[in-house]
Each structure stands twice: as structure tokens, then as C-alpha cells.
């Protein structure tokens, strides 16, 4: 019994050392420390915005790409359409601020990084760098998988499905349906991120994970079917199967950074 008081004691204090860097701050001092979060990471976006802008007709020159792809293999016009002057504008204002997102996102993310490494233990403040390499690859990973397959292959079989009709695209509405997808598709490559730092705070387990993973499977092809545009069974499937391994990869990351794993190494350290 006593040698089980000198553990406990023992891991306290372990985790009071670990802490110790840890300054107190109340609840006004969170709330000034996100306020400052929060306006680092608008300007990040401001600039990146008006980066974006400059660029603006190459960025739409890479979405169009597919589409104009696709027409000219139906034999069919590849000029988009506007139905008033101000649609041109519009469009472009939309994908300048899509791309400033994107392109201010390693620095926003690093933001809301700096915003919750307080409450973190010291051996866990050096998953920075991972943290967000892990972050920006799987978002691009996401959007390239999309903008190379699954993108095109859906617009071919959606003009060879009604090649009877006349397209009159309209620009708006195919930057939508761009944005829907890549977007979408870069958002769901989180997925190990998000269950990162639920295990990471003990809000689920890797046990819980698999456990539940028939209902993970049924969510994802949910997802899989409100972002594809294609009501094909084929497509839905192409969507759904890089979720299916992204989540039984973040298992895999439940299981390393769990709380009740990392209180385990520390035993077998002491």
C-alpha cells in the first residue's frame, strides 16, 4: 500500500514538474490571448487574399482545366457563360478569397497552435512541426486527389450521361461545384488530425474507434454521397475509400497519442 502512495506521489509530481512552465491565466486572459489569435490569423488572410487577387486569372485558368477538358472530349463548346456583367467579378472575388484561405492556412493553423500549446505537456509542445507538415499535406493531398481524378472522371460521365443536351455552363454555379468538391475532399483528409486532438485530450479512444467503426463507414459513405457530384455508385466509392483508410489511420494515431498510452510510456520510464 505504501509503495503504492509513493507511486502516486511520484507521478504527481511528474506531472506538476511537467507543468511548471505552464503560467496560470484567467478566464479575461484566455479570452485576450484568442482575441489576438484571432486577429493574427484575419490579417494572414487579408494578405493572402490580395496575393490570391494578383493571380486570379491562373487560378482560374487550373479550375477550368478540367471542364474545358471534359467538353472537348463530348464535342462540345468549352466557353463558360455569365448571366450579368458582375458575375465575372464576383467569381473572381470568390476564388481569391478560397485561395488566400488556403494559402493563410499553415499560418493560421500555427495560430490556433500557439492559442492551445499552453495547456499542452512539454514533451508534447515538439509535435509542432508534424502537426502542421501533417496538416498541409493531407489538405493538398485531399484537393489533388479530386482536381486529378475524381473531378474529371465525374464530369466525363456526367456529359456522356447527357450527351443529348446542350450544356450552357454557367460560371458561378461550375466554381461551386469546384469548390464543393476539392474543398470538400482536402476538409475530409483531416480526418486523422481531428481524431489527433479528440485522443489527444481523451475524448475518444482508439478502442472506441474501432469499436464504432460500422458507423464510421456508414457516415463516410453519407459524406462520400453529399459531396460527389455523380450519383453513381462507382464514383461514391472512389470518394469514400481514401476516408476508409484515413480512418483506420486514425486509429493508429488514437492509439499513439491517447492519454492512457502516454501515462503507460511514462511508467515503463520512471
Not at 446542350?166 to 461551386?176: F, W
Request: glycine share 4%; net charge neutral; charged share 15%.
Amino acid at each position: 500500500m505504501a509503495d503504492d502512495d509513493d507511486d502516486l506521489v511520484t507521478r504527481a509530481r511528474s506531472a506538476v514538474s511537467e507543468r511548471a512552465e505552464l503560467p496560470g491565466m484567467s478566464l479575461l486572459e484566455h479570452l485576450e490571448e484568442l482575441r489576438r489569435r484571432l486577429i493574427h490569423s484575419a490579417i494572414y488572410i487579408v494578405v493572402a487574399f490580395f496575393v490570391a487577387y494578383y493571380f486570379h486569372e491562373r487560378i482560374y485558368a487550373a479550375m477550368q482545366k478540367p471542364i474545358t477538358f471534359a467538353l472537348a472530349k463530348h464535342h462540345l463548346p468549352t466557353q463558360l457563360i455569365i448571366h450579368n456583367p458582375i458575375d465575372g467579378f464576383n467569381m473572381y472575388l470568390k476564388i481569391s478569397f478560397m485561395g488566400g484561405c488556403i494559402l493563410a492556412a499553415p499560418f493560421v493553423l500555427y495560430q490556433v497552435w500557439l492559442f492551445i500549446s499552453p495547456g499542452l505537456y512539454k514533451n508534447e509542445k515538439k509535435y509542432v512541426t508534424p502537426f502542421m507538415a501533417a496538416t498541409v499535406t493531407l489538405f493538398l493531398g485531399g484537393a489533388y486527389f479530386g482536381y486529378r481524378w475524381v473531378f474529371p472522371g465525374s464530369l466525363d460521365f456526367l456529359f456522356a450521361y447527357s450527351h443529348e443536351f446542350r450544356p450552357l455552363i454557367e460560371v458561378n454555379e461550375y466554381t461551386d461545384l469546384f469548390l464543393t468538391v476539392i474543398l470538400g475532399l482536402g476538409i475530409t483528409f483531416e480526418l486523422p488530425i481531428v481524431v489527433l486532438f479528440l485522443s489527444l485530450f481523451g475524448i475518444v479512444s482508439p478502442k472506441f474507434l474501432w469499436k464504432n467503426i460500422r458507423y464510421a463507414v456508414l457516415i463516410i459513405f453519407i459524406i462520400a454521397a453529399i459531396i460527389t457530384p455523380t450519383p453513381d455508385p462507382l464514383t461514391m466509392f472512389v470518394f469514400a475509400a481514401p476516408l476508409l483508410a484515413l480512418y483506420l489511420i486514425s486509429i493508429g494515431v488514437s492509439f499513439m497519442v491517447h492519454p492512457a498510452r502516454r501515462r503507460k510510456l511514462r511508467e515503463e520510464a520512471s
